[in-house]
């Protein structure tokens, strides 16, 4: 069964304290894996989608990358409006279009 | 705007009732997909429509059903509501590419929340 699990379930930082966050994944063959950013009573909103071990990619202080098994989002110096609650999910081979999510890190960034 | 219209945003209803939730994907496109979002399971996947069909079922209830018109808007049917069905209803489309690519990205709406009392 395809799982993906985060890790921290909360993360605080100081703005200016850069850190990463963790997601490891088990699925029978990756189609692609996905980092979205949710804030409070909204729609998940689109950042990454990492499809190969070793491929990264930057946005603004936001930086994912992607082994064989997890995926990291790296960020750097953050700031207050990256509080959010950071979304994984994956797609794999033999589950169609849907995508299967974690259960989100939730960033609080204090100024 | 995310173009991937719900509504109504918020419901609040009594247990044993049925309500229906709308969804209007993004210009263009074909699939449509449904998720939940309680505080003690995340996202979780509910049901795939593309251009009509339903393509794949995931932990959806009995009293829940689903469809997509030939407009390609959606609606989910929710019935006998018990208080556990009380939470944020996500729905999401992704670009008319086809479900073999992996850069389907599901662009969600901002959701209709529920509450059941």
């Known amino acids: 069964e395809d799982q993906v699990t985060q890790s921290p379930e909360a993360l605080r930082l100081q703005e200016g304290e850069s850190s990463s966050l963790n997601c490891s994944y088990t699925?029978?063959?990756?189609?692609?894996l996905f980092w979205y950013r949710q804030d409070p009573g909204k729609g998940p909103e689109f950042l990454f989608t990492?499809?190969?071990a070793g491929e990264e990619k930057e946005k603004e202080r936001l930086k994912a990358t992607l082994t064989k098994k997890e995926s990291f989002l790296h960020i750097t110096a953050p700031k207050p409006e990256d509080s959010a609650t950071y979304l994984c999910?994956?797609?794999?081979?033999?589950?169609?279009?849907?995508?299967?999510f974690g259960q989100g890190t939730e960033l609080s960034v204090k100024p | 705007d995310s173009g991937v219209t719900q509504t109504p945003k918020h419901l609040i209803t009594a247990t044993g009732q049925r309500v229906t939730l709308r969804c209007s994907p993004r210009?263009?496109?074909?699939?449509v997909y449904w998720y939940q979002q309680s505080l003690d399971q995340g996202l979780q996947f509910l049901i795939h429509?593309?251009?009509?069909?339903?393509?794949a079922k995931g932990n959806i209830l009995e009293r829940f059903s689903a469809q997509q018109f030939p407009d390609l808007h959606s609606e989910l049917n929710l019935s006998s509501l018990e208080l556990g069905d009380s939470a944020l209803y996500f729905c999401?489309?992704?670009?008319?590419?086809?479900?073999?690519?992996?850069?389907?990205?599901?662009?969600f709406g901002a959701g209709s929340r529920l509450t059941v009392l």
């Open positions: 699925v029978s063959g990756l189609r692609g």
């Open positions: 210009s263009g496109d074909l699939s």
């Open positions: 999401a489309s992704s670009a008319r590419q086809g479900e073999g690519s992996g850069a389907n990205v599901l662009t």
């Open positions: 999910a994956v797609r794999s081979y033999n589950q169609g279009g849907k995508l299967i």
């Open positions: 429509y593309y251009n009509g069909e339903e393509r």
């Open positions: 990492l499809y190969s």
